[in-house]
T-cell receptor
């Protein structure tokens, strides 16, 4: 079956850089999406990678290596408001599988 | 102006009851989804509905059934509710390439 693995928790301090990794095993892989979810809120889309390489959107960047079945989300200049859960997910699929989420805790 | 809206936001009901959650999107998207998020925040896809074609996650009990009266709506019906159905249910829709999904605010279902 489809599966995406990511760490359950990551902690960092304000202003730092943090990387959240995601490895996947899926058939018919289209691409990798990333979502952010604050407690009590809905997931919101951050980025999508269809091809190998880095995609940059402001403080957030996402990377994909299809040959390694691996991707990551890079958050720079961390702010307290970045404390949230981050999910990698199959993008492009009709039945997208999500990873179990990484809880990012940002300390002052 | 809300892109994906679902109602109700909270639903408390007794075991054995039948309930529905409504979802509407005004983004003109072709694909809509229902997700279940459990207490450990695991997001599980339940259904995908695209141009009248329903794709079902085979692990979903047949007590759950989506109904789409038109392209902008995908409602979720749940029969004979069980305690284990307690969770947050999210409706979502996506662009044609399905790269980006827009989620509703969620419905917290509590079965007592």
């Amino acid at each position: 079956g489809q599966s995406l693995e990511q760490p359950s928790e990551v902690t960092a301090v304000e202003g730092a850089i943090v990387q959240i990794n995601c490895t996947y095993q899926t058939s018919g892989f289209y691409g990798l999406s990333w979502y952010q979810q604050h407690d009590g809120g809905a997931p919101t889309f951050l980025s999508y990678n269809a091809l190998d390489g880095l995609e940059e959107t402001g403080r957030f960047s996402s990377f994909l290596s299809r040959s390694d079945s691996y991707g990551y989300l890079l958050l720079q200049e961390l702010q307290m408001k970045d404390s949230a859960s981050y999910f990698c997910a199959e993008g492009g699929s009709y039945i997208p599988t999500f990873g179990r989420g990484t809880s990012l805790i940002v300390h002052p | 102006d809300t892109a994906v809206s679902q109602t109700p936001k909270y639903l408390v009901t007794q075991m054995g009851n039948d309930k529905s959650i409504k979802c509407e999107q005004n983004l003109g998207h072709d694909t809509m989804y229902w997700y279940k998020q459990d207490s450990k925040k695991f997001l599980k896809i339940m259904f995908s509905y695209n141009n009248k074609e329903l794709i079902i996650n085979e692990t979903v009990p047949n007590r759950f059934s989506p109904k789409s009266p038109d392209k902008a709506h995908l409602n979720l019906h749940i029969n004979s509710l069980e305690l284990g159905d307690s969770a947050v249910y999210f409706c979502a829709s996506s662009t044609r390439d399905r790269r980006e999904a827009f989620f509703g605010q969620g419905t917290r279902l509590t079965v007592v």
